[in-house]
């Protein structure tokens, strides 16, 4: 079960980078993404009480970046690499 979830959370932080937009995330969708990565934000965040203050578009920012570092494997991200996928995911929260 833990498992489906997580593919399907994989599945949705696709959809938000090939559709460049959190726009078409239903409540749901962003709930799940919440509930699936919720111990790995507990330990990739610096301070997890701040985090969950963030707003929502916030989280879900980190969240896409902490999918992004693992997958293409965090000792071979620069720092400017970092910014760089930050401002394009910025650019996404913002898109309308």
């Known amino acids: 079960m833990e498992q489906k979830r997580r593919q399907e959370a994989e599945i949705l932080v696709k959809k938000i980078l090939q559709e460049k937009s959190f726009l078409n995330l239903t409540q749901e969708d962003k709930t799940l993404l919440f509930d699936v990565y919720d111990d790995d934000m507990k330990v990739a965040s610096k301070n997890y009480n701040e985090y969950l203050l963030l ?3 916030e989280r879900l920012v980190n969240i896409v970046i902490l999918v992004l570092k693992e997958y293409i494997g965090s000792w071979h991200v620069t720092p400017s690499e970092m910014e760089e996928i930050s401002e394009y ?3 996404i929260s913002k898109l309308k």
């Open 89 to 91: 995911l910025k650019d």
């Open 55 to 57: 707003p929502e578009s």
